[in-house]
């Protein structure tokens, strides 16, 4: 059975990405005068910032840092890419520890040619040589699936069951799974995958948008909660039977959207929390 509806904003984040057009600190003060909760933050809103003193920022402000977007893409097609993939990798946990995000989501990289089971491979073994790192700075990782028509060049790890294989096999308690319902809505296995992650204990992030019919373009036009296909409010209910109690995190890519006044899209967005999710 699907889970009720969201009365209040308690469990409410948004993701930087998702009002685009906005500083930090303009996504900081909307969020909090929105009654937003949380924020997790990409790493494009703090170029040339100092994490330290943008965390404390948001945290003056009374919001959560719920995570860091996105460290992984640890595949390339010799071994020096490898190495500076890991390289980056070690800069943004120093980073996310700095900003005082308490996971990172992984975006775990493919090459375009590269048999896709080489390239889980490269993944498995760059999240095995930063894992020591982030479980000394306290910086969990989320390995997130992408969705299937990403596996060329963004991301070689496609189903929650490849992810929690490989949360499995590295067996620590630093590295989980994001679970993305615009990536994995479509899986028969999805309520099964995530119970299972549940039982592990590594269910570490969920994130919310909507499928629109028929999609523009399949990486910046995703939907509000309530415009698409997707059931996310079944989702939910499979996450929280499953023993996740963290946060609903809103991340939408949108062409349409980025170019709207962002103040009533971020009406939108909390509208769209209550109504749909």
Known sequence: ????????????????????????????????????????????????????????????????????????FFPAADSEGRQKAIEENLRIIDEAASLGAPLIVLVCGAVPGQPLNESRKKIRDGIAAIQPYAEERDIRLAIEPLHPMYADDRSAINTLKQANDMAEDLNT??????????????????EAEIRRSGRAGNLFAFHICDWRTPTEDLLNDRGLMGEGCI???????????????????????????????????????????????
């Open 1 to 72: 059975m699907g889970a009720g509806p969201i009365w209040d904003y308690s469990k409410l984040c948004i993701h930087t990405i998702t009002t685009k057009p906005w500083s930090l600190d303009e996504a900081i003060s909307h969020y909090t005068r929105a009654g937003v909760s949380g924020i997790t933050v990409w790493r494009n809103a703090l170029e040339g910032m100092d994490p330290q003193s943008a965390g404390r920022r948001i945290r003056e402000a009374g919001l959560e840092i719920v995570s860091l977007c996105r460290g992984g």
């Open 173 to 190: 308690e630093t590295v989980g799974v994001a679970v993305d319902v615009y990536h994995l809505w479509w899986d028969q296995e999805l």
């Open 231 to 277: 059931p996310i409010r079944n989702i939910r209910g499979w996450m929280e039977e499953g023993g996740f109690d963290g946060f609903n995190e809103v991340e939408i890519f949108s062409n349409r959207r980025w170019a709207q006044d962002q103040e009533k899209y971020l009406e939108e967005i909390c509208r769209a929390y209550l109504q749909a999710s």
